[in-house]
């Protein structure tokens, strides 16, 4: 009996999906853990991962199909060890899509709580019961292989078993249902008579589109700025650079950012909060999600507990994961969470600016380009390197004293940067 391969559901807010590419063909024998497609979510372009073995029997799903259902049989395979039957034709290459309607979305599901991590333990993360893929993924993430149950084939542990014991982050509670955005009615047409293309909206896209509107129409955003003086950091960063020249490690500015930001966010932990309808969630450790620009968009990849962070283990993590991104190879884990975003546009000579909170979280910092200007520096009046830091504060959940108080710490932590050291 042939085995279905459906569309999975590759992120808790995944309700259909595009199918990139197929990497296998009629006929070709798959084993549990092999990357058989990829997939376009609403976060990122993934790998599909078979869970079963056998040999394709039929691609009911052809390349480039877009808004394909989570749960949709996509493909089905045959035992490997059977007769292999003249083969069926593919489904054949999806025709351009003419430009679809803008229809309303429906509210995103509400994220579940994650499941609590294991207890620490010696770690087994090389399992000869584990595919390939989950080995490295245990490796990666610290996972322990040890009595997790495996849902592939003769038991295999595969890519979704490791669910049972996830990184997770801080448990968070769904925001209580958001009005519908406008009707598709209120989008007007491009003007007659200008040259104009049309291009369909990647997943990605429709995201970000659908959850910056919720922002915006739910969320009472309130902004404050900072002047900070950059030049002991951007000499502290000099001197770090020089001494790591050896390892291969090179800090960032914004990774000294992330963890001014994380500091400052431990010593006023009012800001380190979630709005929860009728309750408050304050966290009790720092995670930080950097805005990370991507062909189609942009998404944000999570750096865990910054507090207890060095400024070397954020260089490492944060240039590990932007490259993922870039590369389209981020996993669930790695986008997950976080407790409040940084987005950085200094490279691009930006003055100021007032980022657009990410739900559900509370507050976002947007870093401006280091401007030489003149500035009172140890009473005389000298040319300085200044950074116009904006965070924006969903009012529900942060009162403007205690963002006042965020945006001092933060300050004195940029214009003090040798205590991130400490």
Same mark, same amino acid.
């Given at each position: 009996m042939a085995l279905e391969l459906r569309m999975p559901a590759l992120s808790p807010t995944m309700e259909k999906g595009t199918l990139a590419r197929w990497l296998v063909g009629i006929g070709d024998v798959v084993k549990a853990g092999d990357i058989i497609a990829e997939i376009e979510t609403d976060k990122a372009t993934m790998e599909y991962e078979s869970a079963d073995e056998g040999r394709v029997e039929a691609l009911l799903v052809p390349d480039g199909? +877009?808004?394909?259902?989570?749960? +949709?049989?996509?493909? /089905? #395979?045959?035992?490997? !060890? *059977?007769? $292999?039957a003249t083969p069926a034709a593919s489904a054949p290459a999806a025709p351009p899509a003419a430009p679809a309607a803008v229809a309303t979305p429906a509210p995103a599901p509400a994220a579940a709580n994650p499941a609590p991590a294991p207890a620490p333990a010696p770690l087994i993360t090389d399992d000869p019961r584990a595919t390939p893929l989950a080995v490295r993924l245990a490796s990666a993430h610290a996972i322990d292989l040890a009595g997790i149950p495996g849902s592939g084939p003769r038991?295999?542990?595969?890519? &979704? !078993? #490791?669910?049972? &014991?996830?990184?997770?982050? *801080?448990?968070?509670? &769904? #925001?209580a249902p958001a009005p519908a955005p406008a009707p598709a009615a209120d989008i007007a047409p491009p003007p007659a008579g200008v040259p104009v293309e049309t291009v369909r909206l990647s997943e990605i896209r429709k995201t970000i589109a659908r959850r910056l509107t919720q922002s915006k129409q739910t969320v009472p955003h309130f902004y404050l700025t900072a002047r900070c003086r950059l030049d002991p950091l951007l000499a502290l960063r /000099? =001197?770090?650079n020089a001494s790591l020249a050896a390892t291969g490690i090179k800090i960032s500015v914004n990774d000294i950012l992330i963890k001014a930001m994380a500091r400052a966010m431990s $010593?006023?932990? =009012?800001?380190?909060? $979630?709005f929860g309808g009728d309750s408050l969630h304050r966290f009790a450790r720092v995670d930080i999600a950097m805005a990370v620009a991507i062909d189609g968009g942009l998404i944000t990849p999570v750096i865990r507990d910054v507090g207890n962070a060095s400024l070397s283990a954020i260089a490492v993590q944060s240039k590990a994961l932007a490259e993922k991104a870039r590369v389209g190879k981020l996993l669930p884990e790695d986008w997950q969470g976080g407790t409040a975003t940084i987005s950085n546009l200094g490279m691009f000579g930006i003055d100021q600016m007032f980022p657009v909170i990410n739900p559900p979280q509370a507050l976002? #910092?947007?870093? &401006?380009?280091?401007? =030489? $200007?003149p500035w009172k520096v140890d009473g005389q009046i000298a040319l300085a390197s200044i950074m116009a830091a904006s965070a924006s504060f969903d009012h529900r959940a942060i009162d403007g004293a205690d963002a006042a108080r965020f945006m001092a710490a933060l300050k004195f932590a940029i214009e003090s940067p040798i205590q991130l050291l400490c």
């Open positions: 199909s +877009t808004d394909v259902k989570v749960g +949709t049989v996509i493909a /089905t #395979l045959a035992d490997a !060890d *059977a007769p $292999q038991g295999k542990i595969v890519r &979704a !078993d #490791l669910g049972l &014991a996830p990184v997770a982050p *801080a448990p968070v509670a &769904a #925001l /000099t =001197e770090i $010593q006023v932990p =009012e800001v380190n909060v $979630q976002i #910092l947007g870093a &401006a380009a280091a401007i =030489e $200007q």
